[in-house]
């Protein structure tokens, strides 16, 4: 069942021209993965609980860092693809998954608006705010832009497509599957593979394996953004829950793991303490300096992931990188 989102009045033009749906987590569902993973050790958390409008906001932050390399260079790369990416697919209808602020989304949109004058983008993202205020952007600045926004997590969303005229594009950008573990991205790559149709294109952004210095640093910025961002997923959760957790009673810690090519990000509890989620009838304890894993982010090697894309029916057909091979972007056809 999709509830149409009422944001703000809009003048009648835009009106015409946007739609958002939400898709809710079943009943039932919504907070099981909470509970799941602060009551097994290591304790972990579901990592789309960072972006509510404040945890949003502190990522546009972090991609601005002189640290965080990933949004320009995947940006850089965008720049100078994006007309090659409307010439191979030809006329497409554009799907995003964890779309944000579509900041990079505008250099695709800027070459399928040449290709094929009129565009509808598909924009899915947990964060509700940031899709509106996003679409709102979007649609002023493109005046042949439709937009049917779905506001809800990947898997969910994904079910309720709405129908295309046109072939499909489906962008994953910033390197967000490396926020899944490999299980998970397997499940993905083949829900992927069943929303899209034959000829229908699946464009990925993925980080690169590099020096251990560069990737630690972006994930430990010197003016500690990165650090808020990580502590904010507890303040979500406690308006989320009806929890308690104390912000000043956790620490910040990212670190790489080589074996496992993925940074992890964590809260260290400062002490023992007693955490309770009233609404999920939740009450977990912590010892002093036990972590709760917020985030991995797995750095990838391109030809690996595209022997796993073409494991999945989706095999590559161009791959673009940055002069230093920090970032791929790969272009692939569903068979
Ligand atoms: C790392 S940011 C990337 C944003 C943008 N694509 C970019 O490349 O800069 C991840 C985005 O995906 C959204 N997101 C994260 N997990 C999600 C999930 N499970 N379902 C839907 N959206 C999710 C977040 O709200 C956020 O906007």
Redesign the pocket.
Same mark, same amino acid.
């Given at each position: 069942m999709l509830t149409v989102v009422r944001g703000e009045p809009m003048e009648y033009d835009l009106r015409h021209r946007y739609r958002c749906d939400l898709v809710p987590i079943p009943t039932g569902q919504r907070g099981a993965d909470v509970i799941q993973g602060l009551t097994r050790r290591p304790k972990t958390l579901p990592?789309?609980y960072f972006?509510d409008q404040r945890g949003?906001e502190l990522?546009e932050q972090i991609?601005n860092l002189p640290e965080y390399y990933p949004?320009r260079t995947?940006q850089k790369i965008l720049a100078s693809a994006a007309p090659e990416i409307a010439a191979l697919t030809g006329p497409c209808d554009l799907v995003e *998954? !964890?779309?944000?602020?579509s900041?990079?989304t505008r250099l695709l949109l800027d070459a399928y608006s040449q290709l094929q004058g009129d565009c509808t983008y598909i924009p899915?993202?947990?964060?509700t705010t940031?899709l509106q205020t996003t679409a709102l952007h979007l649609l002023a600045d493109y005046p042949c832009l439709f937009i049917h926004a779905l506001a809800?997590?990947?898997e969910t969303?994904l079910e309720h497509l709405p129908p295309s005229a046109r072939a499909r594009l489906l962008i994953f *950008? !910033?390197s967000?599957i490396g926020?899944l573990s490999p299980q998970e991205e397997g499940q993905f790559l083949r829900q992927i593979y069943l929303s899209l149709s034959p000829g229908d294109h699946f464009l990925l952004?993925v980080d690169l394996q590099k020096d251990i210095h560069v990737l630690t640093a972006a994930y430990n910025d010197s003016q500690g953004v990165t650090a808020a961002f990580n502590l904010n997923i507890l303040r979500h959760l406690n308006h989320c829950f009806r929890g308690n957790f104390s912000l000043d009673r956790f620490t910040h810690w990212a670190f790489y793991n080589e074996e496992l090519h993925q940074i992890e990000m964590h809260l260290v509890s400062l002490e023992y303490q007693v955490i309770q989620l009233l609404d999920l009838g939740l009450e977990v304890d912590l010892r002093a300096q036990e972590t709760i894993r917020t985030e991995i982010s797995r750095k990838f090697d391109v030809t690996l992931m595209a022997k796993q894309l073409d494991c999945h029916g989706l095999p590559v057909q161009r791959v673009w990188q940055d002069e230093q091979k920090w970032f791929a972007l790969l272009l692939c056809k569903r068979v």
């Open positions: 990592s789309y972006y949003s990522f991609c949004t995947e *998954l !964890g779309s944000g602020s900041r990079k899915i993202d947990v964060s940031m809800g997590v990947y969303a *950008l !910033g967000t926020n952004g």
